[in-house]
């Protein structure tokens, strides 16, 4: 036989673009699959970016005004003024003046974050002074000498405020960070609920109400790489402020379950001490992060970090807020005539929120024992999009659950209503887990048939080369050794 018809007889098949192509496919459908199946249940990962969250305009940047010290003019809606130098030591035997002048009609709140100064009993010293108007001819409105005046606050019905720092020839020290805000004037006077823009609003003086991210929520898509605050401001008998969580879902949030510490590089949405000195603040990066909450004895703000994204439809956050005063320890009245007392957690809010649908409270204490005639809200005012209702409203326990926890196989609801009507369990197994063992064996064997495929080559090969070698063929060549 002609040796090189026997080479060709013993030739292994002609690879099979077909055969490779449907393994390929078969790989690609079990990862699909995966994916939808974890996308259905609702195991999300969120990307991260590498980007700088903004900050609050300062003086460099406010419409070319002078940094250092003397007739620098402020006119942004939100601005920050400090001493020459800040935070480092101020010089002395020095004069500086500022000018705030926002759009006429305007309200001003005016925070000083930090102070430190030479003091002084009759403030011939260092001082800081602060006028009306635009110069040292208003009505004067405080003058600080203290060595430590920081969360001085300050709201007038007025768009202009003239600010002079002085220093003598001797002494000194770090000096003072001054935060503005302006705000319509209407703001002074509201008391009663109303809803805020954190894009769009500065300040709230009102007892209670809604932060949105936007104007469009939950419509809309939230506005991307911006930086965004709304300060809340405690005034008369409260002094404090309770924010909770009623909505989160945003996108570049990052990778990490709620309660964890947040990357630097996650948009996030912060509430802290407007004076910015205390370490209290909770910061929510994770979606799923609904709920969350927290009480502050002083003017609160709430700060909004995005990052560039597209348009994903995401909806943004909704929050709630309530002013509040700490209780008088023991005593039939706790709390003032008008105001409800928070049993347990030692807080007075306002009368008027008591079962109006809302849990100011905290812990629901303000909607339970309500009227026969109370309606219980619609259940979209009680539970966000990603939520369903247990059924057990204003009870201490679980009130929503999320959507991808119904029929994990835990209660969830004390009601058990999340696991109520769920696919019957498979030899033990849920039907979640059910499903997670079918696609793994889907994969196993795929893989396994790769694999056998491989060597199942390799081993013909081996035989075809011994068979040649034999025969004294050169399988390379293609002729005789």
């Given at each position: 036989m ?8 013993l030739?292994l098949p002609t ?11 078969m790989?690609l459908?079990?990862?699909t699959a995966?994916?939808?199946i ?5 195991v ?8 700088r969250?903004?900050s609050?305009p300062?003086q460099?940047?406010?419409?070319g005004s002078?940094?250092g010290?003397?007739?620098s ?5 939100v ?6 130098n ?10 500086c003046?500022y000018?705030?002048?926002?759009v006429a009609?305007s309200s001003?709140w005016?925070?000083f974050t930090?102070v ?6 009759n ?5 800081i ?6 110069d040292?001819d208003g009505?004067?409105l405080?003058?600080i ?10 709201s007038?019905n007025?768009?202009e405020?003239?600010?002079?720092f002085?220093?003598n020839?001797i ?10 805000y302006?705000?319509?004037s209407?703001e002074?006077n509201r008391?009663?609920?109303a809803t805020?823009d954190?894009?769009n609003q500065?300040?709230?003086m009102?007892l209670?109400g809604?932060?949105l ?7 809309n898509?939230y506005?991307?790489?911006?930086t965004?605050q709304?300060v ?7 002094t404090?402020v309770y924010v909770s969580?009623?909505?989160v879902?945003m ?5 990490h379950s709620p ?8 948009e996030k ?11 209290k603040?909770l910061t929510?990066?994770a979606?799923?992060?609904n ?6 004895d002083?003017?609160?703000s ?5 990052l560039?994204h ?5 909806r943004?956050f909704?929050a709630?807020?309530?002013q509040?005063?700490?209780s008088k320890d023991g005593?039939i009245?706790?709390c003032?005539v008008?105001d ?5 957690l030692?807080r007075c ?6 079962c109006d649908g809302i849990?100011h409270?905290?812990?629901?204490a303000?909607?339970?024992n309500?009227?026969p005639d109370?309606e219980i809200p619609?259940i979209e ?5 990603d ?6 409203y204003?009870q201490?326990y679980?009130?929503?659950v999320?959507?991808?926890?119904i029929?994990d196989?835990r209660k ?6 999340d696991?109520?009507s ?7 197994l849920?039907?979640k887990?059910?499903?997670g ?5 889907f994969?196993v ?7 056998t495929r491989y060597?199942h080559h390799?081993?013909r090969?081996?035989?075809?080369n011994k068979v ?6 050169d ?7």
């Amino acid at each position: 036989m002609d040796k090189s018809k026997m080479a060709d007889n013993l030739r292994l098949p002609t690879r099979r673009h077909g055969n490779d192509m449907l393994t390929i496919l078969m790989l690609l459908l079990s990862y699909t699959a995966s994916a939808f199946i974890v996308e259905s249940f609702g195991v999300k990962e969120y990307p991260s970016y590498q980007s700088r969250p903004g900050s609050l305009p300062s003086q460099e940047s406010l419409d070319g005004s002078d940094v250092g010290c003397g007739n620098s003019v402020f006119t942004s809606d939100v601005g920050e003024i400090t001493s020459p130098n800040y935070p480092k030591i101020y010089p002395n035997d020095i004069s500086c003046e500022y000018r705030i002048s926002v759009v006429a009609g305007s309200s001003l709140w005016l925070q000083f974050t930090d102070v430190s100064m030479e003091t002084s009993d009759n403030c011939d010293l260092d001082s800081i002074t602060l006028y009306t108007g635009n110069d040292s001819d208003g009505a004067l409105l405080m003058k600080i000498c203290d060595f430590n005046s920081s969360r001085s606050t300050l709201s007038l019905n007025g768009s202009e405020v003239f600010v002079v720092f002085q220093s003598n020839h001797i002494g000194s020290s770090t000096g003072f960070r001054l935060l503005y805000y302006a705000f319509q004037s209407t703001e002074l006077n509201r008391r009663n609920s109303a809803t805020y823009d954190v894009c769009n609003q500065t300040i709230s003086m009102a007892l209670s109400g809604e932060v949105l991210s936007h104007r469009g929520y939950p419509n809309n898509d939230y506005p991307s790489d911006v930086t965004c605050q709304l300060v809340i401001d405690p005034g008369g008998r409260f002094t404090g402020v309770y924010v909770s969580f009623f909505d989160v879902n945003m996108k570049v949030f990052s990778v990490h379950s709620p309660g964890q510490a947040c990357p630097t590089t996650a948009e996030k949405i912060v509430v802290s001490p407007a004076n910015q000195e205390s370490s209290k603040e909770l910061t929510v990066c994770a979606n799923e992060a609904n709920r969350s909450s927290t009480a502050i004895d002083s003017a609160v703000s709430i700060t909004m970090y995005t990052l560039p994204h597209s348009n994903y439809n995401y909806r943004g956050f909704k929050a709630f807020f309530t002013q509040y005063y700490h209780s008088k320890d023991g005593g039939i009245h706790p709390c003032l005539v008008d105001d409800f007392y928070c049993e347990g957690l030692s807080r007075c809010i306002p009368g008027f929120l008591r079962c109006d649908g809302i849990n100011h409270c905290g812990n629901h204490a303000d909607e339970r024992n309500c009227d026969p005639d109370f309606e219980i809200p619609a259940i979209e005012d009680i539970c966000n999009p990603d939520e369903i209702y247990c059924g057990s409203y204003a009870q201490p326990y679980t009130t929503c659950v999320i959507k991808h926890r119904i029929c994990d196989g835990r209660k969830n609801c004390v009601n058990g209503l999340d696991e109520k009507s769920c696919p019957e369990p498979v030899a033990g197994l849920s039907a979640k887990a059910m499903v997670g063992v079918i696609l793994g064996l889907f994969q196993v064997v795929v893989l396994a048939a790769v694999v056998t495929r491989y060597f199942h080559h390799r081993r013909r090969k081996r035989e075809r080369n011994k068979v040649l070698r034999n025969t004294g063929y050169d399988a390379v060549k293609g002729s005789e050794l």
